[in-house]
């Protein structure tokens, strides 16, 4: 198991690399689309500055939300490594009011990423966490239902964005009820309204200029697996 301050050395190995390497970047405003699930792409992307959203369709049609994706982590890299093109398994769009990606054309990349450990050990590393936390999302629907699933989303959106406020934990972005229910497999938004309204009796949330305070983290925790 790789400890902290070994991933904390390979990720600064990572962000050496992209900032030395002086790739194409390319630039998008909110809610424009960076990649679209299926298209074949010969690039990965890495986020340079501002956040982006990862989602994929179901079979019925509709969009449901992986994750969000910050600075200097990677959006695409996923198929054979020595494959020039590779079908993109997900939507990516712009989610802050612009972004800024490196465009690095993919058979480079694992040139690079299998000549340096450091490296290679970063994208192991980076995608078993967030495997990690996919099978986390998907016990916590299972277990816990949607109430457990929202509870597990505003949790990990607290560890992203959460800054300190003396009223609790801000989480300082803006989310929507839709993109909310997105991440929960949940069809409306007003069946994420009723859960907050029940975090809210419960004293565990508040909403102050659409965006939620946490008052009491240990309340949300316990529906957390």
């Known amino acids: 198991?790789?400890?902290?301050?070994?991933?904390?050395?390979?990720?600064?190995?990572?962000?050496?690399?992209?900032?030395?390497?002086?790739?194409?970047?390319?630039?998008?405003?909110?809610?424009?689309?960076?990649?679209?699930?299926?298209?074949?792409?010969?690039?990965?992307?890495?986020?340079?500055?501002?956040?982006?959203?990862?989602?994929?369709?179901?079979?019925?049609?509709?969009?449901?939300?992986?994750?969000?994706?910050?600075?200097?982590?990677?959006?695409?890299?996923?198929?054979?490594?020595?494959?020039?093109?590779v079908d993109m398994p997900f939507n990516i769009r712009v989610e802050s009011d612009s972004a800024e990606l490196y465009q690095i054309n993919r058979v480079q990349f694992w040139e690079d990423v299998n000549t340096n450990e450091n490296l290679l050990r970063f994208v192991k590393e980076y995608y078993r966490q967030n495997l990690v936390k996919q099978i986390e999302k998907s016990q916590n629907l299972a277990m816990n239902g949607k109430f457990g699933a929202l509870c597990a989303?505003?949790?990990?959106?607290?560890?992203?964005?959460?800054?300190?406020?003396?009223?609790?934990?801000?989480?300082?972005?803006?989310?929507?009820?839709?993109?909310?229910?997105?991440?929960?497999?949940?069809?409306?938004?007003s069946s994420i309204n009723r859960m907050l309204r029940k975090l809210k009796d419960m004293n565990s949330i508040k909403i102050v200029n659409n965006k939620i305070i946490i008052k009491d983290l240990s309340i949300i925790e316990s529906f957390v697996v």
Request: proline share 1%; charged share 20%; net charge negative.
């Open 153 to 189: 989303q505003i949790y990990e959106l607290a560890e992203l964005f959460g800054c300190k406020s003396n009223q609790g934990i801000l989480i300082d972005f803006n989310v929507t009820n839709q993109e909310l229910a997105k991440f929960c497999g949940i069809n409306s938004a």
């Open 1 to 85: 198991m790789t400890t902290h301050n070994e991933f904390f050395q390979y990720e600064m190995a990572f962000h050496e690399y992209l900032q030395k390497k002086h790739f194409t970047t390319v630039k998008k405003d909110r809610y424009q689309y960076i990649v679209f699930e299926g298209v074949q792409i010969p690039f990965v992307y890495v986020v340079k500055e501002g956040i982006v959203k990862s989602s994929l369709l179901t079979k019925d049609g509709r969009e449901f939300n992986i994750g969000y994706i910050q600075k200097n982590e990677l959006v695409s890299l996923v198929g054979n490594e020595h494959s020039n093109h």
